[in-house]
T-cell receptor
Framework: GAVVSQHPSRVICKSGTSVKIECRSLDFQATTMFWYRQFPKQSLMLMATSNEGSKATYEQGVEKDKFLINHASLTLSTLTVTSAHPEDSSFYIC???????????FGNGTRLTVT | LAKTTQPISMDSYEGQEVNITCSHNNIATNDYITWYQQFPSQGPRFIIQGYKTKVTNEVASLFIPADRKSSTLSLPRVSLSDTAVYYCLVVMNRDDKIIFGKGTRLHILP
């Protein structure tokens, strides 16, 4: 079945540094990818929608200069958390949408801890 | 955007059938209904997807009435490992954003 690979699964970084998270669709082409953030015991919160070859669309309250999204190919999208702060610590999840009518598939998430 | 509403939590016992209903009153013609299961610190896992009537796979069934304003996920003979959060999503082809509802926290008791 369709697989979305997200890497790394866990990262710890120091305050002020940047972290890049990769999301790959392994066996299908994804024209649209979504990035979510999830706090403990809460639902997934949409951060941004990215379409291959165009700029990402950010949800209200999500800083585009802080959360840089690049969707350079049909199988890869990246989220870079720039100048990370402890409040950016969270669980980040990507998802990818393939053929019309096919379900949305999710990566296994990245646990970011900023110290 | 079709908003979804589900019960916040449910408890059941091993071996029972569990039905979780989701309402999506403003579903559009081209929208599909998809259900996901999420364990702590993992991404949501696809369970089943349907457009209308009934869909069944090896793990679940999905019942969708004619008006499509709701859907019911049916899990036959649950086990302790089915304890998780279940989300229904309404997804349109080439949707420009996909919003999660609060999900249903299912707790299976021995």
């Amino acid at each position: 079945g369709a697989v979305v690979s997200q890497h790394p699964s866990r990262v710890i970084c120091k305050s002020g540094t940047s972290v890049k998270i990769e999301c790959r669709s392994l066996d299908f082409q994804a024209t649209t990818m979504f990035w979510y953030r999830q706090f403990p015991k809460q639902s997934l919160m949409l951060m941004a929608t990215s379409n291959e070859g165009s700029k990402a669309t950010y949800e209200q309250g999500v800083e585009k200069d802080k959360f840089l999204i690049n969707h350079a190919s049909l199988t890869l999208s990246t989220l870079t958390v720039t100048s990370a702060h402890p409040e950016d610590s969270s669980f980040y999840i990507c998802s990818a949408l393939g053929q019309p009518g096919s379900p949305l598939h999710f990566g296994n998430g990245t646990r970011l801890t900023v110290t | 955007l079709a908003k979804t509403t589900q019960p916040i939590s449910m408890d059941s016992y091993e071996g029972q059938e569990v039905n979780i209903t989701c309402s999506h009153n403003n579903i559009a013609t081209n929208d599909y209904i998809t259900w996901y299961q999420q364990f702590p610190s993992q991404g949501p896992r696809f369970i089943i997807q349907g457009y209308k009537t009934k869909v069944t796979n090896e793990v679940a069934s999905l019942f969708i009435p004619a008006d499509r304003k709701s859907s019911t996920l049916s899990l036959p003979r649950v086990s302790l490992s089915d304890t998780a959060v279940y989300y229904c999503l309404v997804v349109m082809n080439r949707d420009d954003k996909i919003i999660f509802g609060k999900g249903t926290r299912l707790h299976i008791l021995p």
